[in-house]
């Protein structure tokens, strides 16, 4: 029992391990964007709806949980996804890296598709991403939001996206891109560590991974596209 407790125990130290956890994580950070795209599309119903929206987030669970308390379990649960999925992703990169023993004189990319190519700058995109659209929309910080307000979620979007010649804007779409890239490559990747793929199953899932990234990126997108062309105010 012992043994098996602590081969249990060591099994993230695996690449078999890391897979697992990048798969897990990333089904939670799935999750995260379908809802997270859905709440945002709530802005192409107004101003009063959308902020009904924004301010019911903080009430979820009510009245087992307080004020925000559901959404912090939330936000806490989603970082850590994040940090572990990140740290599984580079051991990964490191570890086959060093596997290698000599350097390719010439890169073959046929069998690459251009999301695997592109997985690791694009995660590094949504990385800074992340942090400056925290920074931009949910906190407000002076300088990078030109006109915050606490209590008006929906002004906040859009004149946050308005801003700077509506640079924000062009980086949110940016940025869309490289998660649609991410959310292909990504969701195949963890059907095959979830053993859900076979000759049976390969086209299906391949269609539902380039669904699920055309969905959840073009849903992200519409919202700012409609403040740039007028059609959200």
């Known amino acids: 029992m012992g043994v098996m ?16 956890i990048m798969a897990v994580t ?24 959308f902020n009904t929206y924004a301010e019911g987030l903080r009430e979820l669970g009510a009245p087992i949980f307080g004020h925000s308390h559901l959404l912090w379990i939330a936000r806490l649960v989603l ?35 251009l999301a695997a190519l592109y997985i690791r700058v694009g995660g590094v995109i949504l990385f800074v991403f992340i942090i400056l659209h925290l920074m ?33 804007a062009i980086f949110y779409l940016i940025a869309m891109v490289a998660l649609g890239f991410h959310l292909y490559h990504g969701a195949w990747s963890m059907f095959q560590t979830l ?12 269609l539902l991974s380039l ?15 409609a403040i740039m062309f007028g059609v959200i105010r």
């Open 195 to 206: 053993g859900l793929n076979n000759h049976l199953y390969t086209r299906p899932l391949r």
């Open 136 to 168: 931009h929309i949910t906190w407000g910080v002076p300088g990078v939001h030109p006109d915050f307000r606490w209590d008006d979620a929906y002004h906040n979007v859009v004149a946050g996206f308005q801003s700077y010649a509506y640079l924000p």
């Open 79 to 113: 970082l850590a996804a994040v940090v572990l999925h990140v740290w599984a992703a580079w051991s990964l990169y490191r570890e086959a890296e060093q596997a290698r023993s000599t350097k390719y004189v010439k890169h073959h990319k046929l069998q690459a598709n």
């Open 211 to 225: 669904i699920l990234a055309i969905v959840i990126a073009g849903g992200f997108s519409l919202v700012p596209l």
């Open 5 to 20: 407790n602590a081969g249990v125990l060591s099994l993230y130290r695996s690449s078999i391990g890391k897979k697992v």
């Open 26 to 49: 990333g089904l939670i950070g799935i999750g995260y964007v379908i809802m997270h795209m859905y709440g945002n599309l709530k802005a192409f119903l107004g101003r009063d709806y």
